[in-house]
């Protein structure tokens, strides 16, 4: 795959590239052995983050029925919050659980599975119906 499709195309590639980078910005906060590593750390991370948020609006845009697309919209912000309130509520046990670090890694195999699984979804394609995917 060719580095300027995923940085220019508007659709799954660039939510891929940020989410992966995202994930790959946790691993200096989970070794990081002082607060200007952990800062840096998470600098980039918010760095990714903000690359992320506005390709899930166009991915919404794109995929969503014109009918609900509001809806989608709404379903999606709230998710947002819902993931901002449950992640430190499970980051906490986690942490509890584990150690602190272990947080950082967790997080981080989640972003990367969601990574992979925006990569490799089939509907997500363009140019090809919608139909001949569910097809196949």
């Avoid at 939510?15 to 800062?39: C, V, W």
């Avoid at 919050?81 to 986690?94: A, E, K, Q, R």
Wanted: aromatic content about 12%; proline content about 4%.
């Amino acid at each position: 795959m060719d580095i300027r499709f995923m940085l220019c195309d508007g659709n799954e590639f660039n939510f891929t590239l940020p989410s992966l980078m995202a994930a790959l910005a946790f691993i200096p906060q989970a070794l990081a052995g002082n607060i200007t590593a952990l800062l840096v750390g998470r600098f980039l991370l918010g760095l990714f983050i903000g690359g992320m948020v506005p390709s899930l609006n166009v991915l919404v845009k794109k995929l969503a029925p014109t009918k609900i697309q509001g809806t989608v919209y709404g379903l999606n912000s709230s998710s947002l919050f819902l993931g901002n309130f449950v992640g430190p509520l499970i980051g906490s046990h986690v942490a509890a659980t584990w150690g602190i670090r272990s947080v950082f890694y967790v997080t981080m195999s989640v972003l990367l599975i969601n990574s992979v699984v925006v990569y490799f979804n089939r509907f997500l394609e363009p140019n090809v119906s919608r139909e001949r995917k569910m097809a196949s």
